[in-house]
Nanobody, 132 residues
């Protein structure tokens, strides 16, 4: 049984930090690309960060580049997202996603460079709220 479980969300003030954690079971975690997506009310889901199976390759959306850091611990089947210098516009539900079909690397949409939303396994999400 596949389980993808996020934790670490909460309410913080602008400028503060949070670290999200995602634990995965039932999948070959160390062989899969992993990603973080977020969705704010009324907006489409956005891929904000992705990491290859080894951790050597990462992707960040422009909106979080330089403030967020994605990492993984394959020994613990765990994915992290360190979020620093948080802004009110970062307020959203954050989702952890695991690639399907043994895909090891992150892929981008041709033409836009945005993270491709083709992950097979998703968590329930954790809410991040940033007050001004």
């Amino acid at each position: 049984q596949v389980q993808v479980v996020e934790s670490g969300g909460g309410l913080v003030q602008a400028g503060q930090s949070l670290r999200l954690t995602c634990t995965v079971s039932g999948l070959p975690f160390d062989g899969l690309a992993m990603a973080w997506f977020r969705q704010a009310p009324g907006l489409e889901r956005q891929g904000i960060s992705c990491i290859s199976y080894s951790g050597k390759s990462t992707y960040y959306a422009d909106s979080v580049k330089g403030r967020f850091t994605i990492s993984r611990d394959n020994a613990k089947n765990t994915l992290y997202l360190q979020m620093d210098s948080l802004k009110p516009e970062d307020t959203a539900m954050y989702y952890c996603a695991a690639a399907a079909a043994a895909r090891r690397y992150c892929t981008a949409v041709a033409g836009t460079g945005e993270l491709k939303d083709d992950f097979g396994y998703w968590g329930q999400g954790t809410q991040v709220t940033v007050s001004s």
